[in-house]
């Protein structure tokens, strides 16, 4: 059984340009959902998806984008970067269970926008 | 709107200590109370899951409390070993929702 992976680790962006990040959920997991974690502060909720279609959203614009895919793998696209958007992007995939059931976070993509 | 605070936001202790992390909710309505820690720049790992009808979860070292009607959790950390320094992260799930909402996080570090 493998966990969540996120590619890339690390990534520079410079402002106004556009990034994806992806996320490999674990095994028997179908839903994704993606935060957003300034430094310092906690994680931030952007969005979730549960087979292939959006499953809620946070307070984010709409330049924050995804897609799940039929493998229940995960994109997260931001268009336009702002100097705001530098953070680490956390993925979590669970399974169908329940709320807050077998959560597992991936180890998160560094996003830095100059 | 849900909102999550944890108190205090930095601690440090020297090893052996017993210590106590603190975590605030405004809205009583949650379906479950999870406590996870973060190593710097790294992915969050679940360290205790209390479901709103617990009272408490008990994991080696680590016992978590949840007092849903005054909207508190605690984080009880005994005998503390340089090993846990890391950032404690509180978060709630609504009964409404599918999302976490996060605390600020308590920055802890033991030292040797």
């Known amino acids: 059984e493998t966990g969540v992976t996120q590619s890339p680790t690390h990534l520079i962006k410079t402002r106004g340009q556009q990034v994806t990040l992806r996320c490999s959920s674990q095994s028997g997991h179908n839903t994704v959902s993606w935060y957003q974690q300034a430094l310092g502060q906690g994680p931030q909720f952007i969005f979730q998806y549960y087979r292939e279609e959006e499953n809620g959203r946070g307070n984010f614009p709409p330049r924050f984008s995804g897609l799940q895919f039929p493998n229940y793998s995960s994109e997260l696209n931001v268009n336009a970067l702002e100097l705001d958007d530098s953070a680490l992007y956390l993925c979590?995939?669970?399974?169908?269970?329940?709320?807050?059931?077998?959560?597992?976070f991936g180890s998160g993509t560094r996003l830095t926008v100059v | 709107k849900q909102e999550v605070t944890q108190i205090p936001a930095a601690l440090s202790v020297p090893e052996g200590e017993n210590l106590v992390l603190n975590c605030s909710f405004t809205?009583?309505?949650?379906?479950?109370l999870q406590w996870f820690r973060q190593d710097p720049g790294k992915g969050l790992t679940s360290l205790l899951l209390i479901q709103s009808s617990q009272r408490e979860q008990t994991s080696g070292r680590l016992n978590a409390s949840l007092d849903k009607s005054s909207g508190r959790s605690t984080l009880y950390i005994a005998a503390s070993q340089p090993g846990d320094s890391a950032t404690y992260l509180c978060a709630v799930i609504h009964n409404y929702g599918q999302n976490f909402v996060f605390g600020p996080g308590t920055r802890l570090s033991v030292l040797p």
């Open positions: 979590a995939s669970s399974s169908p269970q329940g709320a807050g059931y077998g959560y597992t």
């Open positions: 809205d009583s309505a949650i379906y479950n």
